[in-house]
């Protein structure tokens, strides 16, 4: 069987041979020589897919120069923006370089998949709550009437209790915030994840250390029973409180994300398209190009943005995006 070269579209652009997708940054794909050649890969999925397989995608019979690829091999690529800085743009989901946000599709599918950033917060969030509320009661004890704990357990047993509580909390449900802050430390961007890194951190790391080592602060840290005091509470109800906030955004996110997948369901699936010839056939929208003239007939939803050449009617404007119709 004779191969061809698909790696290398242009002098300045290289081709997935799985997917097809092409991009002028060759160092931004995955090399893998095969049979004297190089070619080039946007993502280990495709890769992998290659190695089971190459020849089915270097066969003759299929034929990538024009960029088509056959429909079982078609992988979607959704660019993704932030909302607060839609100069930055990446291709997958992440975390916004300057403030931190987790990134947006520019697009929305109407099979586009759950928000995984809420559920990913929801799960943590309601975890934090199990457990930061008792770190809470048992530093505020006095406040609550509870001051017999102290009196029952002591104070190094009920500092000991506010560790194994909030450790999970700091370290697990806010393990997101920390990576974030550790980014925007690295690339000099700070941003309100850099504080909330840093404030919870020397929180949690002052009475782990306190609680630990109290001899090595001065007497006037300690108090009567010789422990000083801890702040356990503080940062593990300041990550819950930072979930409950990105929680609420993604929330709120995922409705607006809802509304519009619903207007997307609104419009037509097909388009009915006059060819040069004077016939006429209903074609998948996604087909559809710049010049193509269709028929909108009484009735019928305008498939797409255009200029009519023909005919006259009225048309309910709610769903289109111009009024040049």
Request: some cysteine; proline content about 5%.
């Amino acid at each position: 069987m004779q191969h061809m070269n698909v790696a290398q579209i242009t002098d300045d652009a290289v081709v997935d041979p799985v997917c097809g997708m092409s991009t002028e940054s060759p160092e931004s794909y995955i090399a893998y020589d095969y049979e004297e050649t190089t070619f080039y890969f946007c993502s280990n999925h495709c890769l992998e897919k290659f190695k089971r397989s190459p020849d089915r995608f270097l066969s003759d019979e299929i034929d990538r120069s024009d960029g088509e690829v056959p429909e079982t091999d078609t992988k979607k690529h959704t660019s993704y923006t932030c909302p607060m800085h839609p100069e930055v743009h990446r291709e997958g989901p992440g975390d916004c370089p300057k403030c931190g946000m987790a990134l947006e599709p520019k697009t929305v599918a109407e099979e586009s998949d759950d928000n995984h950033e809420y559920l990913f917060m929801r799960k943590r969030f309601w975890i934090s709550v199990i457990l930061s509320l008792p770190v809470m009661v048992i530093a505020m004890r006095d406040l609550f009437g509870l001051g017999f704990l102290e009196r029952t357990f002591g104070s190094v047993t009920l500092h000991w209790a506010e560790f194994v509580l909030a450790t999970p909390v700091v370290l697990w449900g806010g393990r997101v915030f920390y990576v974030r802050a550790w980014k925007s430390i690295a690339s000099w961007n700070l941003n309100m994840f850099t504080l909330i890194g840093l404030g919870t951190a020397v929180a949690y790391l002052y009475s782990v250390a306190a609680l630990i080592f109290p001899d090595l602060f001065p007497a006037s840290f300690r108090a009567s029973d010789g422990t000083v005091a801890v702040y356990f509470e503080a940062s593990a109800m300041i990550i819950t409180l930072v979930l409950l906030g990105q929680l609420l955004e993604q929330k709120a996110r995922s409705r607006t994300g809802s509304a519009i997948k619903a207007l997307l369901g609104l419009a037509p699936k097909t388009a009915r398209r006059i060819e040069e010839d004077g016939s006429e056939h209903d074609v998948p929208l996604d087909e559809i190009r710049m010049d193509d003239r269709l028929r909108v007939r009484p009735g019928e939803k305008v498939p797409v943005d255009g200029t009519v050449i023909d005919g006259n009617s009225s048309v309910q404007e709610a769903d289109i995006s111009t009024d040049e119709l």
